[in-house]
């Protein structure tokens, strides 16, 4: 453990999933190396969730244009000298934090987000090396500016249910390709394309969706529109999706706007080959045809033309499943990620 390592990371989102889930296992690794309290929207997903994981933090309100007494609170917090560093993660907790207080104030940002919430910090990090080129043509300079990744867990320890044992459980028959996708149910992840695309393959294709979010209601209208009520399993956002994915042939990734895809770097995790859009995030991860497959985004037609190219080449799968896993272990498991950043919060605390 750093024992002289006292930070806070501040949070003032409440929505379950995406960011919010890998703020929770963030906290949960580094506490393990450092001094750590938590600071949450009150009443919040995450505040349950740090709950039932034992981990200290403290409430805030995070509320909007007239809330002046999270600031003020954590102005006091930040003034009781216990802590040599502060985090915050995305705009809302930015927005409030003192950028007057005596410590040094890093923001990790997971998006484009807008700057101007960012002013008077020391440093900004992004999770991609795109965030990091924005964030610089915004004007800041590279030495304020670091590269950090997210980490993955690895499938959780215990019992592993084979696929088929898993197919049964989850009331999807045996003899069948699967697809798997896991998020939010925005229209920016695309889900809907995969609805469109599974309409025109074989009638042995099934599609496994694990998640919630503003667009259900219309990903089961289209569901019963084009009659696959059948074909589609949807399962509410669960924190272990390995458990959905390892019933799965195929992960997909079929975002129009994708920063990152942490979800990527899940599927390399467990073992599974992963066809993804050609955004930005998959871009920077994915080398195409080795370590995943790449279609182009927002196109139905290509979709359906890779998932078939995966579906009946054993020998890429082997192959998209071995170079994944590598990098995996190479570049995002939590060992790796969790030191990067001890390495960083210790040269920035340096004089």
């Known amino acids: ?42 009443g919040s997903w995450i505040s349950e969730q740090l709950s039932s994981l034992d981990i200290q933090h403290e409430e805030m309100r995070f509320g909007g244009l007239f809330d002046f007494g999270t600031r003020v609170a954590l102005l006091k917090l930040v ?82 249910l084979s696929k088929n044992e898993l ?15 896991a998020g939010r149910f925005h229209e920016n992840k695309g889900y809907d394309l995969v609805l469109s695309a599974l309409e025109h393959l074989p009638k042995d294709t099934h599609f496994l969706l694990v998640g919630d979010g503003a667009k259900k ?15 589609v399993h949807i399962f509410p956002w669960a924190d272990n999706v390995s458990h959905f994915a390892r019933a799965a042939d195929i992960w997909l990734v079929p975002s129009r706007v994708e920063p990152l895809g942490n979800v990527i770097i899940e599927a390399w995790s467990n073992g599974i080959p992963v066809v993804a859009s050609d955004t930005v995030g ?37 192959a998209l499943v071995k170079n994944g896993r590598e990098r995996y272990q190479k570049n995002f498991s939590e060992e790796i990620v969790i030191k990067s950043w001890l390495n960083y919060y210790e040269a920035a605390l340096k004089p």
């Open 1 to 42: 453990m750093t024992r002289n390592l006292k930070i806070l990371q501040i949070i003032g989102s409440s929505n379950p999933g995406g960011a919010e889930a890998y703020f929770v296992r963030f906290v949960r690794a580094l506490r393990a190396r450092c001094e750590v309290t938590a600071v949450v929207k009150r």
């Open 79 to 160: 003034g009781e000298g216990k802590y040599n560093m502060a985090q915050t993660w995305m705009s809302r907790a930015s927005k409030h934090f003192p950028s007057r207080a005596d410590i040094p104030w890093v923001c990790r940002l997971g998006g484009y987000y807008k700057l101007k919430y960012y002013r008077g910090a020391t440093a900004l990090i992004g999770n991609t090396e795109d965030i990091c080129e924005y964030i610089k043509r915004d004007g800041w300079p590279s030495h304020k500016v670091a590269y950090l990744p997210n980490f993955v867990d690895p499938p959780p320890p215990g019992k592993i």
């Open 167 to 181: 197919r049964v459980e989850l009331g999807i028959p045996i003899e069948t390709t699967v697809l798997f996708c």
């Open 217 to 231: 209601a219309a990903l089961v209208n289209q569901i019963q529109s084009l009659d696959l009520d059948e074909r």
């Open 282 to 318: 998959p871009l920077s991860l994915i080398a195409d045809m080795e370590t995943g497959v790449l279609f182009e985004s927002e196109k139905t037609t290509d979709l359906i033309k890779k998932i078939q190219l995966v579906s009946n080449n054993r020998p890429l799968i082997d």
